[in-house]
């Protein structure tokens, strides 16, 4: 079968196209023959290792010291696709179904077929969606509702989202919107119509307004990107007002989460969900993408071939939403 070998760290060259021998699933597994995957900003910070401090020390030792270890060298953690074969022991799926699933980080979804383990993060694909719609859904979605239910957002309150329209930003928008909130979405210049279209009722162009500046105060502020002191929003939230930050990278949380919690607020940071609840969630999209509650923004399409090209587009932070990878079309 074909897949995309991340040979060693570095640049969009290290992934490579080979021929590789086709998996054979474990009693307890599925096979896959995978139809749509995508490129997202964390398979580029994984291919580059671009994490700072201990973070870069904890994914050299997850994935592999000096390059990516042989069971983690096909990325990819997001897929959609139809089962092939079934291990002798699976029951909950059968030859023929479609369906979509997160790989989490055993990756392995840049190739054309893959095993996931039956009681993985699986599902049946939603009826109402393509493969590549339905691909781009469990990273982002998963992370968006991780945060999402733990702010418990009620109905009138109001909701920015710093990243909005990424592909945990632009869930996040949609569920906030499921909610009730009233929603402002920060982002790039070209993506402002893509947010409104999706819900936004507000839209700031982060590289033209500095939202912290214009004295509005919200009850949840979900920070997508990170990179910044929760001392910048402090001023941006309303008493008891919620600061969500999906991009921990290992900085002064606990510094920054005893400063919010002696000001009154919540900063909630980190994601430690089990496999059940992650499952739970999964199916919870599910169920609003069949109502026509949550739909995927989809960027751009590359072939399998073309995931070197798909990185280097990602990396330009010029994508709206995410970029789909199709194979085996
Ligand atoms: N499990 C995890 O921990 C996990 C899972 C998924 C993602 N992540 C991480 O979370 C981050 C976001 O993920 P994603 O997939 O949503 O990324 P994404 O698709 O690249 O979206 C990020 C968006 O934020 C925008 N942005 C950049 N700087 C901004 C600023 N100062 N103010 C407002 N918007 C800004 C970017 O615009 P530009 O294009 O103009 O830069 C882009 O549109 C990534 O670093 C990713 O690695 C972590």
Same mark, same amino acid.
């Given at each position: *079968?074909?897949?995309?070998?991340?040979t060693?760290?570095?640049?969009?060259?290290?992934?490579?196209l080979?021929?590789?021998?086709?998996?054979?699933p474990?009693d307890?597994?599925?096979?896959v023959?995978i139809?749509?995957?995508?490129?997202? *900003?964390?398979?580029c910070?994984m291919?580059?290792?671009?994490?700072s401090?201990?973070?870069?020390f904890?994914?050299r030792?997850?994935?592999?010291?000096?390059?990516?270890?042989?069971?983690?060298?096909?990325l990819?953690?997001e897929l959609?696709?139809k089962?092939?074969?079934?291990?002798?022991?699976?029951?909950?799926?059968?030859?023929?179904d479609?369906?979509f699933a997160?790989?989490g980080?055993?990756?392995g979804?840049?190739?054309?077929?893959?095993?996931?383990?039956?009681?993985?993060?699986?599902?049946?694909?939603?009826?109402?969606m393509?493969?590549?719609?339905a691909?781009?859904?469990?990273?982002?979605?998963?992370?968006?509702?991780? $945060?999402l239910?733990?702010?418990?957002? &009620?109905?009138?309150?109001?909701?920015?989202?710093?990243?909005?329209?990424?592909?945990?930003?632009?869930?996040?928008?949609?569920?906030?919107?499921y909610?009730g909130?009233?929603?402002?979405?920060?982002d790039n210049?070209?993506?402002?119509?893509?947010?409104?279209?999706?819900g936004?009722?507000?839209?700031?162009d982060?590289?033209?307004e500095?939202?912290?500046?214009?004295?509005i105060? $919200?009850?949840?502020?979900?920070?997508?990107?990170?990179?910044?002191?929760y001392?910048?929003?402090?001023?941006?939230?309303?008493?008891?007002?919620?600061?969500?930050l999906?991009?921990p &990278?290992?900085?002064?949380?606990?510094?920054?989460?005893r400063?919010?919690?002696?000001?009154? *607020?919540?900063?909630i940071?980190?994601n *430690?969900d089990?496999?059940k609840?992650?499952i739970?969630?999964?199916?919870?999209?599910?169920?609003?993408i069949?109502?026509?509650?949550?739909?995927?923004?989809?960027d751009?399409? $590359?072939?399998?071939?073309?995931?070197p090209?798909?990185?280097? $587009?990602?990396?330009?932070?010029?994508?709206?939403?995410?970029?789909?990878?199709?194979?085996n079309?």
């Open positions: *079968m074909k897949a995309i070998i991340c060693k760290y570095g640049s969009p060259d290290v992934l490579q080979k021929d590789i021998e086709k998996p054979t474990k307890n597994e599925i096979l023959k139809h749509a995957t995508t490129v997202t *900003m964390a398979d910070e291919r580059s290792l671009k994490f401090g201990w973070l870069k904890l994914m030792l997850g994935l592999g010291f000096m390059r990516p270890r042989k069971k983690h060298n096909i990819g953690q959609a696709g089962i092939e074969s079934v291990g002798s022991e699976v029951k909950l799926f059968k030859k023929g479609p369906i997160s790989t980080f055993n990756f979804a840049y190739a054309e077929y893959v095993c996931l383990p039956e009681d993985g993060i699986v599902l049946i694909k939603p009826d109402n393509s493969y590549e719609e691909a781009a859904v469990p990273t982002g979605g998963l992370e968006a509702l991780h $945060y239910r733990k702010a418990n957002i &009620q109905k009138g309150q109001t909701v920015l989202i710093r990243g909005a329209s990424g592909s945990i930003g632009t869930v996040a928008i949609q569920l906030s919107k909610y909130a009233k929603v402002t979405g920060v210049p070209k993506s402002l119509e893509v947010m409104k279209s999706i936004a009722d507000k839209v700031i982060y590289t033209k500095d939202f912290t500046q214009n004295g105060t $919200y009850d949840v502020i979900f920070d997508v990107i990170g990179k910044s002191s001392s910048d929003f402090q001023k941006s939230l309303k008493k008891n007002g919620i600061y969500l999906a991009n &990278q290992l900085k002064l949380i606990n510094r920054e989460k400063a919010a919690n002696k000001s009154g *607020m919540k900063y940071s980190g *430690m089990d496999k609840e992650v739970e969630q999964l199916n919870f999209l599910r169920k609003l069949e109502e026509g509650k949550l739909k995927s923004v989809i751009k399409r $590359y072939p399998l071939e073309q995931i090209e798909a990185h280097r $587009y990602v990396e330009t932070g010029k994508k709206t939403g995410n970029v789909v990878i199709t194979v079309q």
